[in-house]
């Protein structure tokens, strides 16, 4: 099983941009459908953005299509989250998750490993 530490948030203005990163460990990555979720303070947690384990299957959110890019690189088991045009509706703790031999869901249920977090900030 993977452990997943993710990297990249920060304090941003409207406009702006930030690429998370998620870094796993172990040697099945490749294995893994990947997504980001996110988290806002009161609400639930939300699907953000998912990719298959080949990276050649992506899906979005709708709040956060052309504005967000997932992409992953095996080889250096990361999954990046490229996020441009920052909304402050957009500020929430993000988290990577892996579902071992999956394909991309939008359930935080269906994932099997979870990252810490990461915080972005996203000031109007």
């Known amino acids: 099983q993977v452990q997943l530490v993710e990297s990249g948030g920060g304090l941003v203005q409207a406009g702006g941009s930030l690429r998370l990163s998620c870094a796993a460990s172990?040697?099945?990555?490749?294995?893994?459908?990947m997504g980001w979720f996110r988290q806002a303070p009161g609400k639930e947690r939300e699907f953000v953005a998912g990719?298959?384990?080949?990276?050649?299957?992506?899906y979005y959110a709708d709040s956060v299509k052309v504005r967000f890019t997932i992409s992953r690189d095996n080889a250096k088991n990361t999954v990046y989250l490229q996020m441009n045009s920052l909304k402050p509706e957009d500020t929430a703790v993000y988290y990577c998750?892996?579902?071992?031999?999956?394909?991309?869901?939008?359930?935080?249920?269906?994932?099997?490993?979870w990252g810490q977090g990461t915080q972005v900030t996203v000031s109007s």
């Open positions: 998750a892996a579902d071992y031999g999956g394909s991309i869901s939008y359930y935080p249920g269906e994932y099997d490993v």
């Open positions: 172990g040697r099945t990555f490749s294995r893994y459908a």
């Open positions: 990719i298959n384990w080949s990276g050649t299957s992506t």
